[in-house]
């Protein structure tokens, strides 16, 4: 019992002494540090990482400065004549740009900062960590204020044939209206729904072809529009030899809603090409994909078997590389590209059994106006369009005319009045 107390007071003397031992870890403030690249940065959003981003930690005391932003590199676009940095979007939905001022403090192996904060959009926490050498950010319970989009999963609408033969539904949602020509009292509208579902796809070992229309239905399976900002695109892919169903990655696509009948969408272009890469390269191994991840998709979704012949990625591959798609999106990639950083503006249509999202008339004029020039100038999409005029019963009246109709095209875009061009969703099930 006598010795008790000296017990008590050596555990106590070694727990100060512990204490004081790890306080007084000299670390030397951080004048400024730029970090970028996986081995000196991390950024998480809600416990998921995000690619090719850029911080800089400026500390002062035991203050900080802290900034998160993101560039893509065109050079990796050199196909498309593209250089230089291009912005892009940043780690919180409706920011291209993270800076918060934080009080920052010793923690004896780095220097810890913590809060809560948020923008115009999104509620949000964040926990970050510096050293010379590397820097950790955290944002956890981000959410949207008001909530993402409701229902919040969707899926492409399937491909309908009318009584009387005409197409009245695809994937596609297409509204165009134009001033009369005088040259031709034809409706020249349904010429570019037919674009969307004339067969241009290489599929079965190049044996057949699809329609754009008939690639979207068949590969993607869902869309969800997740409350913290975060898009989740279900879809088949071959990457691994067998056709089986995956799931894009979080925090590639984000979105969020300004209004009631607006969204804005966000595309980190490193998500978007790696995602293209691993999908059309066949480089990730299928035990190494987690198809339920998210919890997101039942397993019984998960556990589908699609026919060995569906499209994948494989085949929009070599659509997209052929000569006139290529023409078509070097044309339009630098109205897309100044967009990225600040978001897709989009209007969108939803009601209990629908959700049509689409750009308005002036972008939806200044991308098909390229589009159709190129197109009609390739003779083999003139033969296919003239197949499908001979096949819908609305456009049987052009046949006569119909090369004269499809030259009219431009003209008619030029006068516009209403052009809303965009997609086509139901409800998930």
């Not at 001022?101 to 923008?119: A, C, P």
């Not at 909530?147 to 899926?155: L, Q």
């Not at 031709?184 to 796809?201: F, G, K, M, Q, Y």
Request: glycine share 6%; proline share 8%; hydrophobic share 40%.
């Amino acid at each position: 019992m006598k010795h008790i107390p000296f017990y008590l007071l050596s555990v106590s003397l070694l727990t100060l002494a512990g204490c004081s031992d790890n306080d007084s870890t000299p670390i030397a403030p951080i004048k400024e540090k730029t970090y970028s690249g996986v081995s000196e940065l991390e950024v998480f959003y809600n416990d998921k990482p995000m690619m090719g981003k850029t911080a800089v930690f400026a500390q002062e005391d035991n203050k900080a400065l802290v900034k998160v932003f993101s560039e893509f590199d065109l050079s990796q676009l050199s196909e498309f004549g593209l250089s230089g940095k291009l912005p892009a979007p940043g780690i919180i939905p409706g920011s291209p740009h993270f800076n918060i001022n934080t009080d920052v403090k010793n923690n004896g192996s780095s220097w810890e900062f913590s809060g809560s904060s948020e923008n115009d959009f999104c509620t949000y926490k964040y926990t970050g960590y510096a050293t010379p050498d590397n820097f950790k950010l955290y944002i956890s319970d981000a959410a949207l204020k008001n909530g993402g989009m409701s229902p919040a999963i969707w899926k492409p609408a399937p491909i309908k044939k009318g009584d009387d033969g005409s197409i009245s539904s695809t994937p596609f949602y297409i509204d165009w209206e134009y001033r009369p020509i005088k040259e031709i009292d034809i409706n020249l509208s349904p010429i570019i729904d037919a674009l969307t579902v004339i067969p241009v796809i290489p599929v079965y070992d190049n044996t057949a072809y699809m329609s754009v229309s008939q690639a979207i239905f068949e590969i993607v399976k869902g869309v969800a529009f997740l409350s913290d900002g975060n898009i989740l695109i279900s879809y088949i892919s071959s990457v691994g030899g067998a056709a089986h169903l995956d799931q894009t990655a979080p925090n590639g696509f984000q979105y969020v809603m300004p209004t009631s009948d607006m969204l804005k969408f966000y595309v980190n272009p490193l998500s978007f090409f790696s995602f293209i890469l691993e999908n059309t390269s066949g480089s990730t191994p299928e035990s190494e994909i987690d198809l339920n991840a998210t919890g997101l998709w039942p397993a019984k979704d998960s556990q589908t078997k699609p026919d060995a012949n569906s499209p994948t990625m494989e085949n929009i591959k070599k659509f997209l590389a052929s000569p006139t798609v290529q023409k078509i999106l070097k044309s339009i990639m630098p109205q897309l590209l100044p967009m990225v950083a600040e978001g897709i503006p989009m209007a969108y249509n939803l009601s209990d059994n629908s959700l049509k999202i689409f750009i308005d008339t002036e972008m939806a004029v200044g991308i098909m106006t390229p589009i159709v020039k190129t197109l009609i100038e390739d003779n083999t999409t003139i033969e296919l369009i003239k197949k499908y005029i001979a096949s819908d019963p609305r456009l049987a009246a052009l046949l006569p005319d119909v090369e004269k109709a499809i030259a009219l095209l431009p003209k008619a875009i030029e006068q516009t009045t209403t052009f809303n061009i965009g997609f086509n969703l139901i409800p998930y099930e």
